[in-house]
């Protein structure tokens, strides 16, 4: 076999193992970016499940009335920035609800997760985003974020449209400047729609698979060129690199 072909089999062969691993590499994290987001689809279908049927033993055993879970007498509390509201129901759902949407946070790609009705109102934040409002606003903006109305955001909306047997997924840019994948499942209160259950992911680490991605078939790429310049040096004839060919003899 004369030397092109020898070259052209070399090339033709890395070229075809560079490809190759591309597509095995990309596959591998799609998957992974794949089951992330299944993961968190489970999560907060299982979350409207649990608050649906934590609501309904609240009504049958009378600790809130059917009217009560419906109140959308939004009362602003006095001297909030942004503006924060009660209702008849927001105290009982911060001592029974909150604690149960707090379990949701263990999940290293949950932000938030919390109950919103129809019209945008969070009666009841995670605990770490429910404290105290201050006079500073942007400290209320990143950790005050309970009873507040969330309807001007579009993913907040597109959130709550739904009012089927199927999860939402949006965009959603908050207010303190992240932007994040919302997932919400519809919340059905007695047979009537009440609003949703939604979490939060996080996009870091999903930015963060992308990164490796691009590390790793970076390296593979390097291996590969390198493993091809080597074996195309193998195989030159050995005069190509005879520094004493061209010397002249006395």
Not at 83 to 110: C, G, H, M, S, W
Request: glycine letters at 4%; charged letters at 20%; hydrophobic letters at 40%.
């Amino acid at each position: 076999m004369n030397l092109k072909n020898k070259i052209l089999i070399i090339i033709g062969f890395c070229t075809l193992v560079s490809v190759g691993s591309f597509f095995i590499i990309k596959m591998m994290f799609d998957n992974f970016e794949k089951q992330l987001m299944e993961k968190c689809r489970i999560e907060v279908f299982t979350g409207a499940k649990i608050m649906t049927d934590l609501i309904h033993i609240m009504i049958d055993y009378n600790v809130l009335t059917e009217n009560d879970v419906f109140d959308t007498n939004y009362i602003q509390i006095p001297g909030t920035n942004p503006p924060k509201f009660n209702t008849k129901y927001d105290a009982i759902f911060d001592q029974k609800i909150q604690q149960i949407e707090d379990e949701f946070l263990r999940d290293q790609d949950v932000i938030f997760a919390v109950l919103i009705d129809k019209n945008g109102y969070v009666p009841t934040h995670n605990s770490k985003f429910s404290k105290p409002a201050t006079n500073d606003k942007n400290h209320n903006l990143q950790f005050s974020r309970s009873k507040r109305n969330f309807s001007n955001s579009p993913g907040i909306r597109s959130a709550l449209i739904s009012k089927g047997e199927k999860v939402v997924e949006v965009s959603y840019s908050r207010d303190t400047g992240e932007s994040v994948w919302i997932m919400g499942f519809p919340v059905y209160i007695k047979q009537k729609h009440w609003g949703a259950f939604i979490i939060g992911v996080s996009l870091d680490r999903v930015n963060e698979i992308k990164n490796q991605m691009i590390i790793l078939i970076s390296a593979v790429m390097f291996v590969i060129l390198s493993l091809t310049i080597l074996s195309l040096i193998a195989i030159m004839p050995r005069t190509l690199f005879n520094t004493d060919m061209n010397i002249p003899k006395y």
